[in-house]
């Protein structure tokens, strides 16, 4: 048995209304992504790049936060390989001028319907699905954001800071993490959990057996509240339907609740301190109990209670 890694890209242009992705033409008929083995030193991200360049001419970057791996079995030269693929997305003009190498025939750009039509594997067809629906809830995530982002200059009497904190990660994510509110340091750098922390959230993540890019980080009150007070009631409520509509649109396996103000608002009002480190449900949604990292930053004798949780959320996600 052997094992094969390649990187490759699903790229795609919006002209209009229209989504187009592009495909390369194999001179047997059926179509392609730009895609690769890795070469001696190279992550999929390296390869992934070098194989687009080198087969469409483009210079591309991959999106933040989406990767599609899936594996298939084929057979060479008599021997049985298993094959790792690792899908990275790009998003180029339209008017990209496209250049193919010689192992293609030619390129087409092709809208979402017709290319499932068209591609001839199964696994092609479920990537470029999970790509097509990625592209579609980051318009959605964009178009809640600009609204959200309104919301002290319509708001009567508004005591938060005026910038704005959006939710960073994955709009896939099995795992949603939900704080309380921005502080100072996410307040300046409009980034969530950046701060002290921040980094042990950080550590928090890894424990669980995970990278910060595969989680959706946010808060139930995405501005700053002066004085690093906790978010009052109307507050909370002004800002909650926003904070569900990024559940709806995320759907993650479970939303991890970092401390009272979080499990008050999406769960219930619970003591953290008893309840921490379990799973409850709710509407057809798994909620984990936690402290929030600043508290246990606070109480350093908390610090090993978060990260025994965390290690509990690992062992549900392996077994989920």
């Known amino acids: 048995m052997k094992f094969a890694y390649d990187g490759g890209f699903i790229i795609y242009c919006i002209n209009g209304r229209r989504r187009l992705f592009l495909f390369l033409k194999n001179p047997d008929g059926w179509l392609d992504i730009p895609k690769g083995h890795l070469e001696k030193g190279e992550g999929y991200n390296d390869a992934a790049i070098r194989e687009a360049y080198e087969e469409t001419g483009l210079v591309v970057h991959p999106e933040h936060f989406f990767s599609y791996t899936t594996s298939y079995w084929f057979v060479e030269k008599k021997s049985k390989v298993k094959k790792t693929l690792r899908i990275f997305m790009a998003r180029v003009p339209c008017d990209s001028k496209i250049t193919i190498s010689d192992e293609h025939s030619g390129y087409e750009w092709l809208d979402f319907d017709d290319a499932i039509r068209k591609i001839s594997f199964r696994d ?53 993490i939900v704080g309380q509110a921005p502080g100072r340091d996410e307040d300046s750098s409009a980034r969530p959990f950046v701060g002290r922390s921040g980094e042990l959230l950080n550590e928090l993540i890894k424990i669980a057996g995970l990278d910060r890019h595969e989680v959706y980080i946010t808060s139930v009150v995405q501005f700053f509240p002066p004085g690093n007070r906790a978010p009052r009631e109307p507050e909370i409520r002004r800002c909650l339907p926003f904070l569900l509509k990024q559940v709806e649109i995320i759907n993650p396996e479970i939303i991890v609740m970092l401390g009272s103000v979080s499990a008050g608002a999406l769960y219930d009002k619970v003591k953290v ?8 449900e709710m509407k057809g949604r798994k909620y984990f109990i936690t402290l929030h990292p600043a508290a246990a930053i606070r109480l350093r004798k908390h610090i090993l209670i978060i990260k ?13």
């Open 124 to 176: 092609m067809k479920a990537a470029l699905s999970a790509a097509n629906e990625y592209i579609d809830r980051v318009a959605m995530m964009h178009d809640l954001n600009e609204e959200y982002r309104a919301l002290p200059g319509i708001s009567k009497g508004w005591a938060l800071s005026y910038r704005f904190v959006p939710g960073e990660g994955a709009l896939n994510a099995r795992v949603m």
């Open 273 to 280: 301190l008893e309840k921490h480190g379990s799973v409850v």
């Open 308 to 320: 025994e949780d965390f290690k509990k959320l690992r062992t549900i996600l392996k077994t989920a």
